[in-house]
């Protein structure tokens, strides 16, 4: 047989400069809509990869009628899981995180993109809700108004300015770091808390820098209910952030942990216990107004803020809402010392050189009721007791 000379190999697919990974689970219209938006974005040129993390509705089917490269977990495995399957699947040096309720305004991406090519030494960057949250009532409208001012605050240089924790409602980093950082980490997180955080410490330990853009803004849709309100702060949030304080030796200051934010949840805890002295005397009514009034002085820039953009009528309306919240980070700090000295203790092992306790790999992310740990705890303590006698 004639041997046949080769013809020229065929040449690689292309592979986007970007990957857009979006984790979903049940994502409904909101999550149509962030496609939408995503697809109307300025910057054309990724690949859209979506984990349906156990949906039950169409997620799967919207998102691959919008070219996405769907995977599907059976059963939900978590955020933090979700978004390390798009990253393992992604072929572009960067990945675009962002969630399934939020819909990027047409520059976002455009604008991360411009900040990495002109920033070779930049690791990640994330944006901020803008201030025209789509979901209506007083709870959705305060929990998104307050992550766009808190976000807004800062010294800015050509709109950024450094910060160490991350953020995956809208967020971009360079995936081989991601990798070889291991992502995020599901088994502290197997359910929706602040593994985005966590990853953003690790990275900024080890030297790399992360931004916060104040430029690279999405509409967030997420409808808020006071009991979810309630819950995120203290058991997704509050707790999980304290703990992560606590064993990375963290005194964090930036964001929503600021000294005056600290302040006032202190005043807040001296409103609450003047309106419970009220049925003793009425007296009692001048450290309650006192209190509130100090909380909104130390926040009269994000009074100011709601005012101009909602009405002074809107802005006195918050405040017991946010009462609310600051009640929610000073239980939080409560429940968080409780399980690190006490619980710690009680399970009678210590991080080696941390002078703490280990906490057992999970217990961060609260993936259990708290008083079903506690009541675990006591009966390993009791065990051990007896077995010493």
Not at 119 to 124: F, H, R, V
Not at 364 to 373: D, T, W, Y
């Amino acid at each position: 047989m004639d041997d046949v000379p080769a013809g020229p190999a065929s040449p690689e697919p292309r592979r986007p400069p970007l990957s857009v990974v979006v984790p979903v689970r049940n994502g409904g219209e909101d999550f149509g809509q962030c496609l939408r938006r995503l697809r109307d974005s300025t910057w054309s040129d990724y690949e859209l990869i979506v984990i349906d993390d156990g949906s039950s509705d169409g997620s799967a089917a919207l998102a691959r009628r919008h070219g996405a490269i769907v995977a599907r977990n059976d059963r939900a495995l978590g955020p933090a899981a979700a978004r390390n399957q798009g990253a393992q699947l992604a072929t572009a040096p960067f990945i675009f995180f962002l969630d399934a309720d939020v819909a990027v305004h047409p520059e976002a991406v455009s604008r991360a993109m411009g900040r990495f090519v002109r920033d070779p030494g930049l690791t990640a960057l994330f944006g901020s809700y803008d201030d025209r949250p789509s979901a209506p009532g007083l709870v959705s409208q305060f929990r998104n108004l307050l992550h766009h001012h808190v976000h807004q605050q800062g010294e800015f240089r050509d709109d950024t300015r450094p910060a160490h924790t991350f953020w995956t409602g809208c967020g971009m980093i360079r995936r081989d770091v991601f990798l070889d950082f291991g992502g995020f980490d599901p088994r502290l997180y197997p359910k929706p808390a602040i593994e985005d955080i966590e990853l953003g410490y690790r990275l900024t330990r080890a030297g790399h820098r992360i931004v916060l853009a104040r430029d690279v803004l999405a509409t967030h849709m997420k409808r808020w209910t006071l009991r979810e309100m309630v819950r995120t702060d203290v058991f997704s949030r509050g707790v999980p952030w304290t703990l992560l304080m606590k064993r990375s030796k963290t005194i964090e200051t930036d964001l929503n942990v600021k000294p005056t934010q600290k302040v006032c949840v202190i005043l807040t805890a001296i409103v609450l216990a003047s309106l419970a002295g009220l049925v003793a005397t009425p007296w009692a009514a001048i450290a309650t107004v006192t209190g509130a009034a100090g909380v909104v002085y130390l926040n009269r820039d994000f009074y100011g803020f709601l005012a101009r953009i909602r009405g002074r009528v809107f802005a006195l309306g918050v405040l017991p809402v946010h009462l609310v919240y600051y009640t929610c980070c000073g239980c939080s700090v409560i429940i968080a010392l409780f399980e690190w000295h006490i619980l710690g203790r009680l399970g009678g092992t210590a991080a080696a050189g941390s002078g703490g306790p280990r906490l057992d790999r999970g217990e961060a992310g609260v993936p259990r009721p708290f008083l079903v740990r506690l009541a675990g705890r006591l009966a390993r303590w009791t065990r051990r007791r007896q077995r010493s006698r």
